[in-house]
Protein backbone atom coordinates (compact mmCIF):
# COMPACT_ATOMS: atom_id res chain seq x y z
CA UNK A 1 0.00 0.00 0.00
CA UNK A 2 1.70 3.06 -0.95
CA UNK A 3 2.35 5.70 2.21
CA UNK A 4 0.29 8.63 1.06
CA UNK A 5 2.83 11.08 3.71
CA UNK A 6 5.73 9.54 1.03
CA UNK A 7 6.95 12.00 -1.69
CA UNK A 8 5.66 11.12 -5.22
CA UNK A 9 7.55 8.39 -7.14
CA UNK A 10 8.51 11.18 -10.36
CA UNK A 11 10.67 14.24 -8.91
CA UNK A 12 9.80 17.72 -10.26
CA UNK A 13 13.58 18.92 -11.48
CA UNK A 14 13.96 23.03 -10.88
CA UNK A 15 16.86 24.39 -12.64
CA UNK A 16 17.83 28.27 -11.79
CA UNK A 17 19.10 30.14 -14.21
CA UNK A 18 22.49 31.76 -14.11
CA UNK A 19 20.96 35.35 -14.08
CA UNK A 20 18.01 34.22 -11.72
CA UNK A 21 15.83 35.64 -13.46
CA UNK A 22 13.84 32.51 -15.04
CA UNK A 23 13.86 29.00 -14.24
CA UNK A 24 12.55 25.64 -15.59
CA UNK A 25 10.46 23.48 -13.75
CA UNK A 26 9.98 19.70 -14.95
CA UNK A 27 6.86 17.93 -14.26
CA UNK A 28 5.91 14.99 -15.49
CA UNK A 29 8.46 15.13 -18.35
CA UNK A 30 6.61 18.46 -19.55
CA UNK A 31 8.67 21.69 -18.70
CA UNK A 32 7.48 24.96 -17.84
CA UNK A 33 9.92 28.37 -17.69
CA UNK A 34 8.84 30.82 -15.10
CA UNK A 35 10.20 34.39 -14.70
CA UNK A 36 10.63 36.55 -11.52
CA UNK A 37 12.22 40.48 -11.21
CA UNK A 38 13.94 39.12 -8.27
CA UNK A 39 16.00 35.80 -7.71
CA UNK A 40 13.15 35.15 -4.28
CA UNK A 41 10.38 35.91 -6.85
CA UNK A 42 11.63 33.43 -9.25
CA UNK A 43 12.11 30.80 -6.98
CA UNK A 44 8.76 31.43 -5.56
CA UNK A 45 7.04 31.31 -8.66
CA UNK A 46 9.08 27.49 -9.45
CA UNK A 47 7.98 26.62 -5.91
CA UNK A 48 4.93 27.52 -6.33
CA UNK A 49 4.44 25.17 -9.59
CA UNK A 50 5.91 22.70 -7.33
CA UNK A 51 2.87 22.86 -4.99
CA UNK A 52 0.45 23.27 -7.71
CA UNK A 53 1.65 19.64 -9.08
CA UNK A 54 1.72 18.27 -4.85
CA UNK A 55 -2.11 19.48 -4.56
CA UNK A 56 -3.02 18.03 -7.91
CA UNK A 57 -2.13 14.46 -6.83
CA UNK A 58 -2.65 15.02 -3.07
CA UNK A 59 0.79 13.85 -1.47
CA UNK A 60 4.32 15.00 -1.59
CA UNK A 61 6.68 15.58 -4.08
CA UNK A 62 10.43 15.81 -4.17
CA UNK A 63 11.99 18.85 -6.23
CA UNK A 64 15.36 18.11 -7.31
CA UNK A 65 16.55 22.14 -7.20
CA UNK A 66 19.84 23.18 -8.84
CA UNK A 67 21.37 26.77 -9.28
CA UNK A 68 24.97 28.47 -10.27
CA UNK A 69 25.63 27.43 -6.50
CA UNK A 70 24.78 24.03 -6.45
CA UNK A 71 22.15 21.54 -5.90
CA UNK A 72 19.41 21.07 -2.94
CA UNK A 73 16.18 18.62 -2.28
CA UNK A 74 13.12 19.95 -1.37
CA UNK A 75 10.02 18.17 -0.13
CA UNK A 76 6.92 19.61 -1.08
CA UNK A 77 3.26 18.81 0.58
CA UNK A 78 -0.04 19.26 -0.68
CA UNK A 79 -0.94 22.01 1.47
CA UNK A 80 1.86 24.17 0.23
CA UNK A 81 4.63 23.41 3.09
CA UNK A 82 8.75 23.02 1.53
CA UNK A 83 10.82 21.86 3.76
CA UNK A 84 14.22 20.40 3.10
CA UNK A 85 14.61 16.90 2.08
CA UNK A 86 18.34 15.53 2.62
CA UNK A 87 20.82 14.12 0.58
CA UNK A 88 22.56 15.00 -2.29
CA UNK A 89 20.59 15.10 -5.85
CA UNK A 90 22.83 12.21 -6.81
CA UNK A 91 21.70 10.11 -3.99
CA UNK A 92 18.43 11.25 -4.19
CA UNK A 93 18.35 10.08 -7.69
CA UNK A 94 19.65 6.73 -6.74
CA UNK A 95 17.44 5.89 -3.70
CA UNK A 96 20.31 6.37 -1.14
CA UNK A 97 19.42 9.08 1.70
CA UNK A 98 22.25 10.80 3.55
CA UNK A 99 22.23 13.68 5.99
CA UNK A 100 22.44 17.48 3.57
CA UNK A 101 25.87 18.81 3.86
CA UNK A 102 25.81 22.45 5.38
CA UNK A 103 26.57 23.98 2.10
CA UNK A 104 23.40 22.67 0.90
CA UNK A 105 21.05 23.75 3.90
CA UNK A 106 21.96 26.89 3.34
CA UNK A 107 21.24 26.80 -0.48
CA UNK A 108 17.77 25.50 0.86
CA UNK A 109 17.51 28.55 3.03
CA UNK A 110 18.44 31.04 0.02
CA UNK A 111 15.64 29.38 -1.99
CA UNK A 112 12.64 29.91 -0.29
CA UNK A 113 14.09 33.32 1.02
CA UNK A 114 12.58 35.04 3.99
CA UNK A 115 9.25 33.06 3.99
CA UNK A 116 11.01 30.44 5.56
CA UNK A 117 11.12 29.33 9.12
CA UNK A 118 13.71 27.61 10.38
CA UNK A 119 13.46 24.74 12.99
CA UNK A 120 15.93 22.52 14.16
CA UNK A 121 14.86 18.67 14.38
CA UNK A 122 16.18 16.18 16.85
CA UNK A 123 18.40 14.23 14.70
CA UNK A 124 20.49 17.71 13.72
CA UNK A 125 18.48 18.26 10.65
CA UNK A 126 17.46 21.46 9.41
CA UNK A 127 14.02 21.72 8.26
CA UNK A 128 13.17 24.40 5.96
CA UNK A 129 8.98 25.59 5.79
CA UNK A 130 7.63 28.00 3.68
CA UNK A 131 3.80 29.01 3.45
CA UNK A 132 2.38 29.42 0.04
CA UNK A 133 -0.81 31.25 -0.06
CA UNK A 134 -3.46 29.99 -2.32
CA UNK A 135 -0.76 28.21 -4.25
CA UNK A 136 -0.02 30.89 -6.35
CA UNK A 137 2.68 34.10 -6.90
CA UNK A 138 2.34 36.98 -4.82
CA UNK A 139 -0.13 39.67 -6.01
CA UNK A 140 0.90 43.41 -6.55
CA UNK A 141 1.91 45.48 -3.39
CA UNK A 142 -0.50 47.39 -2.01
CA UNK A 143 0.63 50.64 -3.24
CA UNK A 144 0.13 48.50 -6.69
CA UNK A 145 3.48 48.61 -7.92
CA UNK A 146 3.73 46.12 -10.56
CA UNK A 147 4.27 42.35 -9.52
CA UNK A 148 5.67 41.14 -13.09
CA UNK A 149 7.00 42.54 -15.73
CA UNK A 150 5.81 40.90 -19.28
CA UNK A 151 8.93 40.52 -21.10
CA UNK A 152 8.05 38.57 -24.17
CA UNK A 153 4.87 40.14 -26.21
CA UNK A 154 4.84 43.91 -26.67
CA UNK A 155 1.55 45.56 -24.76
CA UNK A 156 -1.71 46.66 -26.16
CA UNK A 157 -2.60 50.26 -26.40
CA UNK A 158 -3.23 52.31 -22.89
CA UNK A 159 -1.16 49.33 -21.23
CA UNK A 160 2.51 48.83 -19.67
CA UNK A 161 4.11 46.09 -19.87
CA UNK A 162 4.23 46.08 -16.04
CA UNK A 163 1.70 43.35 -14.31
CA UNK A 164 -0.17 43.65 -11.20
CA UNK A 165 0.14 40.21 -10.94
CA UNK A 166 0.92 37.02 -13.07
CA UNK A 167 -0.45 33.47 -12.83
CA UNK A 168 0.76 30.11 -14.32
CA UNK A 169 -1.68 28.58 -16.54
CA UNK A 170 -2.30 24.99 -18.20
CA UNK A 171 -0.35 24.95 -21.70
CA UNK A 172 -3.15 25.14 -24.56
CA UNK A 173 -5.92 26.47 -22.15
CA UNK A 174 -7.17 29.81 -22.94
CA UNK A 175 -8.65 32.65 -19.84
CA UNK A 176 -12.07 34.48 -19.49
CA UNK A 177 -13.26 37.75 -18.23
CA UNK A 178 -16.62 38.15 -17.14
CA UNK A 179 -18.97 40.49 -18.51
CA UNK A 180 -18.73 43.18 -15.89
CA UNK A 181 -14.78 42.32 -15.58
CA UNK A 182 -15.31 41.67 -12.01
CA UNK A 183 -14.19 38.22 -12.31
CA UNK A 184 -11.66 35.97 -14.51
CA UNK A 185 -11.25 32.31 -14.97
CA UNK A 186 -8.00 30.21 -16.11
CA UNK A 187 -6.93 26.12 -15.50
CA UNK A 188 -3.86 25.76 -13.63
CA UNK A 189 -0.92 24.20 -14.22
CA UNK A 190 -2.62 21.62 -11.80
CA UNK A 191 -5.59 20.57 -14.12
CA UNK A 192 -7.90 23.52 -11.63
CA UNK A 193 -10.39 26.10 -12.56
CA UNK A 194 -9.67 29.37 -10.68
CA UNK A 195 -12.07 32.18 -10.65
CA UNK A 196 -9.84 34.88 -9.89
CA UNK A 197 -10.63 38.82 -8.75
CA UNK A 198 -9.35 41.55 -9.76
CA UNK A 199 -6.30 41.35 -7.38
CA UNK A 200 -5.36 38.23 -8.65
CA UNK A 201 -6.48 36.00 -5.89
CA UNK A 202 -9.18 33.20 -6.35
CA UNK A 203 -12.50 33.49 -5.34
CA UNK A 204 -12.93 29.52 -5.86
CA UNK A 205 -11.28 26.85 -7.38
CA UNK A 206 -12.52 23.37 -8.29
CA UNK A 207 -11.08 20.55 -9.48
CA UNK A 208 -11.82 19.91 -12.82
CA UNK A 209 -13.95 16.18 -13.94
CA UNK A 210 -11.66 15.78 -16.20
CA UNK A 211 -8.04 15.95 -17.66
CA UNK A 212 -6.93 19.51 -18.37
CA UNK A 213 -5.37 18.42 -21.36
CA UNK A 214 -9.04 17.06 -22.60
CA UNK A 215 -10.57 20.53 -22.57
CA UNK A 216 -12.07 21.68 -25.80
CA UNK A 217 -13.40 24.88 -24.64
CA UNK A 218 -13.21 27.12 -21.59
CA UNK A 219 -13.39 28.25 -19.05
CA UNK A 220 -16.30 30.93 -20.11
CA UNK A 221 -18.35 32.78 -18.17
CA UNK A 222 -22.05 31.97 -19.51
CA UNK A 223 -25.62 32.27 -18.42
CA UNK A 224 -26.95 29.01 -17.92
CA UNK A 225 -31.17 29.52 -17.45
CA UNK A 226 -31.33 32.75 -15.84
CA UNK A 227 -28.25 32.06 -13.49
CA UNK A 228 -24.48 33.51 -13.89
CA UNK A 229 -22.35 30.26 -14.25
CA UNK A 230 -18.46 28.96 -15.59
CA UNK A 231 -18.42 26.52 -18.29
CA UNK A 232 -15.75 23.98 -19.56
CA UNK A 233 -16.46 21.36 -22.60
CA UNK A 234 -14.25 18.01 -22.26
CA UNK A 235 -14.65 14.43 -22.33
CA UNK A 236 -17.62 14.61 -24.41
CA UNK A 237 -19.94 16.55 -22.02
CA UNK A 238 -20.80 20.47 -21.01
CA UNK A 239 -19.56 21.10 -17.06
CA UNK A 240 -21.31 23.85 -15.56
CA UNK A 241 -20.53 25.14 -12.16
CA UNK A 242 -22.66 27.85 -10.15
CA UNK A 243 -20.99 31.22 -10.20
CA UNK A 244 -19.73 30.75 -6.53
CA UNK A 245 -18.77 26.90 -7.17
CA UNK A 246 -19.06 23.69 -5.70
CA UNK A 247 -19.96 20.26 -7.67
CA UNK A 248 -20.49 21.27 -11.50
CA UNK A 249 -23.06 19.84 -13.41
CA UNK A 250 -22.79 17.61 -16.29
CA UNK A 251 -24.71 17.45 -19.31
CA UNK A 252 -23.91 14.75 -21.77
CA UNK A 253 -22.50 15.67 -25.50
CA UNK A 254 -23.68 13.89 -28.88
CA UNK A 255 -20.63 12.73 -30.56
CA UNK A 256 -19.03 15.91 -33.18
CA UNK A 257 -21.61 18.72 -31.06
CA UNK A 258 -20.53 22.00 -31.55
CA UNK A 259 -20.75 24.35 -28.33
CA UNK A 260 -20.71 28.15 -29.13
CA UNK A 261 -21.15 31.11 -26.24
CA UNK A 262 -21.83 34.26 -29.03
CA UNK A 263 -24.80 34.65 -27.21
CA UNK A 264 -23.30 34.88 -23.86
CA UNK A 265 -24.63 31.11 -23.00
CA UNK A 266 -23.77 27.88 -24.08
CA UNK A 267 -25.69 26.86 -27.42
CA UNK A 268 -25.45 23.02 -28.91
CA UNK A 269 -25.42 21.69 -32.38
CA UNK A 270 -25.57 18.72 -33.22
CA UNK A 271 -26.67 16.89 -36.64
CA UNK A 272 -28.57 20.06 -37.67
CA UNK A 273 -29.99 20.26 -34.84
CA UNK A 274 -29.95 23.02 -31.77
CA UNK A 275 -30.15 22.72 -27.87
CA UNK A 276 -29.47 23.96 -25.05
CA UNK A 277 -28.72 22.87 -21.28
CA UNK A 278 -31.11 22.65 -18.91
CA UNK A 279 -31.09 20.55 -15.47
CA UNK A 280 -28.17 18.49 -17.37
CA UNK A 281 -29.83 17.38 -19.71
CA UNK A 282 -30.37 18.89 -23.89
CA UNK A 283 -33.34 20.49 -24.31
CA UNK A 284 -34.04 20.82 -28.10
CA UNK A 285 -35.11 23.38 -29.98
CA UNK A 286 -37.72 23.46 -33.17
CA UNK A 287 -36.06 26.47 -35.45
CA UNK A 288 -38.93 27.89 -37.85
CA UNK A 289 -38.96 26.61 -41.02
CA UNK A 290 -36.01 27.80 -42.94
CA UNK A 291 -34.12 29.37 -40.06
CA UNK A 292 -30.07 28.92 -38.65
CA UNK A 293 -29.49 29.28 -35.03
CA UNK A 294 -26.73 31.73 -34.22
CA UNK A 295 -26.92 31.96 -30.42
CA UNK A 296 -28.47 30.99 -27.10
CA UNK A 297 -29.32 33.56 -23.90
CA UNK A 298 -29.49 31.17 -21.74
CA UNK A 299 -33.32 30.39 -21.50
CA UNK A 300 -34.09 30.82 -25.46
CA UNK A 301 -32.21 30.70 -29.30
CA UNK A 302 -32.26 33.46 -31.78
CA UNK A 303 -32.91 31.82 -34.93
CA UNK A 304 -32.75 33.65 -38.27
CA UNK A 305 -32.84 33.60 -41.66
CA UNK A 306 -31.14 35.91 -44.45
CA UNK A 307 -33.59 38.20 -45.25
CA UNK A 308 -36.13 38.72 -42.62
CA UNK A 309 -37.26 38.93 -39.22
CA UNK A 310 -35.22 36.75 -36.64
CA UNK A 311 -37.40 34.71 -33.87
CA UNK A 312 -35.92 33.86 -30.11
CA UNK A 313 -37.64 30.16 -29.92
CA UNK A 314 -37.89 28.57 -26.32
CA UNK A 315 -37.70 24.69 -25.46
CA UNK A 316 -41.02 24.66 -24.67
CA UNK A 317 -42.36 26.13 -28.29
CA UNK A 318 -42.49 29.67 -27.20
CA UNK A 319 -41.41 32.32 -29.69
CA UNK A 320 -41.12 35.94 -30.64
CA UNK A 321 -40.45 37.46 -33.75
CA UNK A 322 -38.46 40.53 -34.11
CA UNK A 323 -38.67 42.65 -37.08
CA UNK A 324 -35.84 45.27 -37.47
CA UNK A 325 -36.08 49.00 -37.88
CA UNK A 326 -34.28 50.13 -41.05
CA UNK A 327 -31.49 52.22 -40.61
CA UNK A 328 -31.60 56.10 -41.59
CA UNK A 329 -30.57 56.26 -45.10
CA UNK A 330 -31.20 52.61 -45.82
CA UNK A 331 -34.49 51.25 -47.70
CA UNK A 332 -34.89 47.39 -47.73
CA UNK A 333 -33.07 44.62 -45.32
CA UNK A 334 -30.49 42.88 -47.72
CA UNK A 335 -28.86 40.12 -45.30
CA UNK A 336 -28.61 39.36 -42.03
CA UNK A 337 -25.15 37.86 -41.16
CA UNK A 338 -24.29 37.15 -37.68
CA UNK A 339 -25.37 37.86 -34.20
CA UNK A 340 -23.88 38.39 -30.68
CA UNK A 341 -23.60 40.82 -27.57
CA UNK A 342 -26.28 42.10 -27.74
CA UNK A 343 -26.73 42.35 -31.36
CA UNK A 344 -27.69 41.21 -34.77
CA UNK A 345 -25.91 42.23 -37.58
CA UNK A 346 -27.71 43.15 -41.11
CA UNK A 347 -26.90 45.05 -44.37
CA UNK A 348 -29.72 47.27 -45.73
CA UNK A 349 -30.01 48.96 -49.57
CA UNK A 350 -29.10 52.56 -49.77
CA UNK A 351 -31.72 54.44 -50.31
CA UNK A 352 -30.42 56.47 -52.76
CA UNK A 353 -29.68 53.41 -55.00
CA UNK A 354 -25.69 53.86 -54.73
CA UNK A 355 -23.26 50.96 -54.40
CA UNK A 356 -22.60 49.34 -51.36
CA UNK A 357 -24.91 49.26 -48.32
CA UNK A 358 -25.84 50.41 -44.95
CA UNK A 359 -24.16 47.92 -42.22
CA UNK A 360 -26.44 48.17 -39.19
CA UNK A 361 -26.42 46.67 -35.25
CA UNK A 362 -29.64 46.38 -34.32
CA UNK A 363 -30.52 45.28 -31.21
CA UNK A 364 -31.31 41.59 -30.95
CA UNK A 365 -34.65 42.21 -28.71
CA UNK A 366 -36.70 44.70 -29.95
CA UNK A 367 -34.57 45.44 -33.08
CA UNK A 368 -33.39 49.05 -32.76
CA UNK A 369 -30.60 50.43 -34.61
CA UNK A 370 -27.96 50.93 -32.20
CA UNK A 371 -24.99 52.08 -34.39
CA UNK A 372 -24.83 51.79 -38.15
CA UNK A 373 -22.46 53.20 -41.03
CA UNK A 374 -22.25 53.09 -45.11
CA UNK A 375 -19.56 49.90 -46.03
CA UNK A 376 -18.43 48.34 -49.12
CA UNK A 377 -20.72 44.73 -49.67
CA UNK A 378 -17.56 42.99 -50.63
CA UNK A 379 -16.28 40.85 -47.93
CA UNK A 380 -19.17 41.33 -45.43
CA UNK A 381 -19.86 37.80 -45.93
CA UNK A 382 -16.87 36.40 -44.87
CA UNK A 383 -16.27 38.92 -41.75
CA UNK A 384 -16.72 37.99 -37.91
CA UNK A 385 -18.38 39.82 -35.46
CA UNK A 386 -15.97 40.93 -32.37
CA UNK A 387 -17.37 43.39 -29.45
CA UNK A 388 -16.98 43.89 -25.98
CA UNK A 389 -18.57 46.21 -23.18
CA UNK A 390 -17.50 49.76 -25.14
CA UNK A 391 -17.20 48.42 -28.71
CA UNK A 392 -18.41 46.27 -31.50
CA UNK A 393 -17.26 45.50 -35.06
CA UNK A 394 -17.96 43.24 -37.67
CA UNK A 395 -15.85 43.56 -41.11
CA UNK A 396 -14.74 47.22 -41.93
CA UNK A 397 -17.08 48.77 -39.54
CA UNK A 398 -16.05 49.89 -36.31
CA UNK A 399 -19.00 51.16 -33.42
CA UNK A 400 -19.58 52.61 -30.13
CA UNK A 401 -23.04 51.32 -29.16
CA UNK A 402 -23.29 53.63 -26.18
CA UNK A 403 -22.40 56.68 -28.62
CA UNK A 404 -24.75 55.34 -31.45
CA UNK A 405 -22.11 55.89 -33.32
CA UNK A 406 -20.16 53.76 -36.20
CA UNK A 407 -17.49 54.23 -38.85
CA UNK A 408 -16.23 52.02 -41.55
CA UNK A 409 -12.29 51.60 -41.65
CA UNK A 410 -10.90 50.71 -45.21
CA UNK A 411 -9.55 48.18 -45.44
CA UNK A 412 -10.19 46.76 -41.73
CA UNK A 413 -10.86 43.74 -41.22
CA UNK A 414 -11.78 43.17 -37.12
CA UNK A 415 -10.44 40.21 -35.04
CA UNK A 416 -10.99 41.03 -31.32
CA UNK A 417 -12.11 43.44 -28.75
CA UNK A 418 -11.79 44.07 -25.44
CA UNK A 419 -12.55 47.57 -23.62
CA UNK A 420 -13.98 50.49 -26.00
CA UNK A 421 -10.86 49.47 -28.76
CA UNK A 422 -11.43 46.83 -31.37
CA UNK A 423 -8.26 44.74 -32.65
CA UNK A 424 -7.84 44.09 -36.42
CA UNK A 425 -6.01 44.26 -39.67
CA UNK A 426 -5.72 46.47 -42.45
CA UNK A 427 -3.60 44.81 -45.61
CA UNK A 428 -2.27 42.18 -43.25
CA UNK A 429 -0.56 45.08 -40.65
CA UNK A 430 -2.06 44.55 -37.09
CA UNK A 431 -3.72 47.42 -35.92
CA UNK A 432 -5.93 48.73 -32.94
CA UNK A 433 -8.82 51.08 -33.79
CA UNK A 434 -12.32 52.98 -32.03
CA UNK A 435 -15.36 54.46 -33.76
CA UNK A 436 -13.71 57.64 -33.30
CA UNK A 437 -10.35 57.05 -34.44
CA UNK A 438 -7.92 55.65 -37.25
CA UNK A 439 -6.45 52.37 -36.91
CA UNK A 440 -3.06 52.69 -35.27
CA UNK A 441 -0.53 50.58 -36.10
CA UNK A 442 0.60 47.73 -33.66
CA UNK A 443 4.46 47.48 -33.72
CA UNK A 444 6.11 43.98 -32.51
CA UNK A 445 4.01 41.03 -30.90
CA UNK A 446 1.24 42.60 -28.81
CA UNK A 447 -0.79 40.67 -27.05
CA UNK A 448 -4.20 41.11 -27.60
CA UNK A 449 -6.61 41.50 -24.19
CA UNK A 450 -9.23 38.86 -23.97
CA UNK A 451 -10.84 41.48 -21.53
CA UNK A 452 -10.56 44.37 -18.82
CA UNK A 453 -10.33 42.85 -15.52
CA UNK A 454 -11.07 46.04 -13.40
CA UNK A 455 -9.61 48.42 -15.19
CA UNK A 456 -6.63 45.80 -15.92
CA UNK A 457 -5.73 44.18 -19.76
CA UNK A 458 -5.85 39.95 -19.28
CA UNK A 459 -3.62 38.74 -21.39
CA UNK A 460 -1.45 35.99 -22.30
CA UNK A 461 2.51 35.40 -22.50
CA UNK A 462 4.71 32.32 -22.42
CA UNK A 463 1.72 30.43 -21.39
CA UNK A 464 0.84 32.62 -17.99
CA UNK A 465 -1.87 35.00 -17.69
CA UNK A 466 -0.88 38.57 -16.80
CA UNK A 467 -3.03 41.61 -15.41
CA UNK A 468 -1.15 44.71 -17.40
CA UNK A 469 -1.61 47.85 -15.75
CA UNK A 470 -2.53 51.37 -17.85
CA UNK A 471 -0.11 53.67 -18.73
Known amino acids: MTDPAAPHSSPV ?81 SGTRRAKPKRGRRIALAAVGAAAALAVL ?72 RVVGRDGEPRWTADLPLSADEVVSGPRFVRAGSADAVAVVGGGALWLWESGGGTPQETALPEDADVSYAGGAPLVIADGKASIPVDGELAPVEKPEGTGALLSDGERVLTAVVQGPWTWVAPDGAAESVRPQPPEGADSLHEVY ?78 SAAGGTVFGEVGGVEVAATAAAEPTELEGDVARPWGLLGGRAIVVADGDVYALVPE
Not at 164 to 179: I, Q, S, Y
Not at 361 to 374: C, L, P, Q, R, T
Not at 383 to 410: I, K, M, Q
Request: charged share 20%; glycine share 12%; net charge negative.
Open 13 to 93: VLVVAADERSAEVTIDRYTRTVFGATPKETRNAALDLSAEYAAHLGRPVLVNARDGNGAWQLIVSPTGVVRAAGGTEAALL
Open 338 to 415: SAGGGYVVASWTPADGGDGSVLAFHDWSEGSVVAAAEAPEEGLADSVLVHGPNAAAFGPVVADPRAGSATALEGFEAV
Open 122 to 193: AGGALAVVRYVPALVPAAAPADDRPAATMESRQAPPGFSRDAAWRRPMHAGTEPDVAEGGKRAAYIDPGGRL
